[in-house]
T-cell receptor
Framework: EAQVTQNPRYLITVTGKKLTVTCSQN?????MSWYRQDPGLGLRQIYY???????DKGDVPEGYKVSRKEKRNFPLILESPSPNQTSLYFC??????????????FGPGTRLTVL | EDQVTQSPEALRLQEGESSSLNCSYT??????LFWYRQDPGKGPEFLFT???AGEEKEKERLKATLTKKESFLHITAPKPEDSATYLC????????????FGSGTRLSIRP
């Protein structure tokens, strides 16, 4: 089954304790992206990757890191989490961004709480 | 700067009562406009992509239309299972591969 998976689905942590949220897709997609969703602010793009070893900042990259060493995986790293990073996080992937843009498929979400 | 504004924030309809959701956007060269449906606690689910003004797409009770400044999601004779948050997003040529989402319209259909 074609899907985007994220782990963990729920995480409660404390300020400053490094964490990684994994994202994996099995559709051989080139484009992958991370979003955070907060009430009243909608989905905001954190980072995106157009292919292996190619990443770029979205609208809210501060406090986050990403890497794309393999096509299927795109982990989100919080080196020193802070309470303002408490949010619902989504990973998404799509085939690529050629002349026409295409459908993004979203993972189930990771609810992160930073105390 | 690319921007997306959705209205209304929330909409309550009676079952069978048709209506429209609005998505106004500003972007330097539209690459694509997306509509998604999101149920509580779940990831957005793709509905439509529109590429150019005048384009229309339909799926069951939903129809999406696009002009140079806005898109509408028309819902005809909705059912309670159409209750969800509907999200609009744009991708422009000048912003590389960034995708900008609106804050969504929360739709509730009463039986």
């Amino acid at each position: 089954e074609a899907q985007v998976t994220q782990n963990p689905r729920y995480l409660i942590t404390v300020t400053g304790k490094k964490l990684t949220v994994t994202c994996s897709q099995n559709m051989n997609h080139e484009y992958m992206s991370w979003y955070r969703q907060d009430p009243g602010l909608g989905l905001r793009q954190i980072y995106y990757s157009m292919n292996v070893e190619v990443t770029d900042k979205g609208d809210v990259p501060e406090g986050y890191k990403v890497s794309r060493k393999e096509k299927r995986n795109f982990p989100l790293i919080l080196e020193s989490p802070s309470p303002n990073q408490t949010s619902l996080y989504f990973c998404a992937s799509s085939l690529g961004t050629g002349a026409r843009t295409d459908t993004q498929y979203f993972g189930p979400g990771t609810r992160l709480t930073v105390l | 700067e690319d921007q997306v504004t959705q209205s209304p924030e929330a909409l309550r309809l009676q079952e069978g009562e048709s209506s429209s959701l609005n998505c106004s956007y500003t972007v330097s060269g539209l690459r694509g406009l997306f509509w998604y449906r999101q149920d509580p606690g779940k990831g957005p689910e793709f509905l439509f992509t529109l590429y150019s003004a005048g384009e229309e797409k339909e799926k069951e009770r939903l129809k999406a239309t696009l002009t140079k400044k806005e898109s509408f999601l028309h819902i005809t004779a909705p059912k309670p299972e159409d209750s969800a948050t509907y999200l609009c997003a744009v991708q422009g040529y000048s912003s590389a591969s960034k995708i900008i989402f609106g804050s969504g319209t929360r739709l509730s259909i009463r039986p």
